[in-house]
């Protein structure tokens, strides 16, 4: 009987290490990187609840990978002058992909969503929410990634910014690629560039599109 009480205890703690181990991850902050610009400014930048949802995709092509991507990129300028701050802040991702078929593979993106909040109050980096109705309804890109192996690096889109703190929201944005053979990998990045070419970007981890 004290044996299997031993071995009805050990199960059940088993059971409450698997339950602990598989809860539900929260939103937050991912990554972020911080540069003195050369008038001696602090520039910060972050990246907020980055989800890349690969999906199966709708040509049934075995070289097209495609995806859905939402997440927030927030900025921050501090020292003297920090509200005299202009620039363009920049999302977009680095791929890797082992070979491609043809003549190269070609990547697009569109954003159907994104918004755009340089407003001061209490949320991350002083601001609040998001401001509808979106900036952009819609931002399509394509490129041309030329043949593999190798890891190109597109910026999906930019905006102008100006103040001391803002963030740019991208919700369901869709990206494809097409004509690449094996796995894609690809790692966000968010970029702040000051007008007097000064700059920061912070790098994600890779998502795997397999």
Same mark, same amino acid.
């Given at each position: 009987m004290k044996?299997?009480? *031993?071995?009805?205890?050990? %199960?059940?703690?088993?059971?409450?290490?698997?339950?602990?181990?598989?809860?539900?991850?929260?939103?937050?902050?991912?990554?972020?990187?911080? !540069? !003195?610009?050369?008038?001696? *400014?602090?520039?910060? %930048?972050?990246? +907020?609840?980055?989800?890349?949802?690969?999906?199966?995709?709708?040509?049934? =092509? *075995?070289?097209? *990978?495609? +995806?859905?991507?939402?997440?927030?990129?927030?900025? =921050? !300028?501090?020292?003297?002058?920090?509200d005299e701050f202009e620039g363009v802040l920049e999302l977009g991702y680095q791929v890797g992909f082992p070979w491609s078929l043809g003549v190269g593979i070609n990547f697009s993106y569109t954003t159907p969503n994104i918004a755009f909040d340089g407003l001061e109050g209490g949320g991350p980096f002083g601001f609040d929410g998001i401001v509808t109705p979106p900036l952009f309804p819609g931002v399509s890109i394509s490129a041309d990634l030329g043949n593999g192996p190798g890891i190109q690096e597109v910026a999906t889109f930019s905006v102008d910014v100006a103040g001391e703190a803002g963030a740019v929201v991208v919700s369901n944005a869709h990206g494809t690629v097409t004509g690449a053979a094996g796995g894609v990998l690809l790692r966000p990045f968010a970029r702040l560039i000051s007008s007097t070419g000064d700059s920061v970007t912070t790098y994600g981890e890779p998502w795997n599109m397999n």
């Open positions: 044996v299997f009480s *031993r071995v009805l205890v050990a %199960i059940l703690a088993a059971f409450a290490t698997m339950f602990v181990s598989t809860g539900t991850s929260h939103a937050g902050l991912d990554n972020e990187l911080s !540069v !003195v610009d050369g008038q001696g *400014r602090t520039l910060t %930048i972050q990246q +907020w609840d980055t989800f890349l949802n690969g999906v199966f995709p709708l040509d049934r =092509n *075995r070289l097209t *990978r495609e +995806w859905f991507h939402s997440g927030k990129a927030s900025y =921050n !300028v501090a020292g003297e002058g920090a």
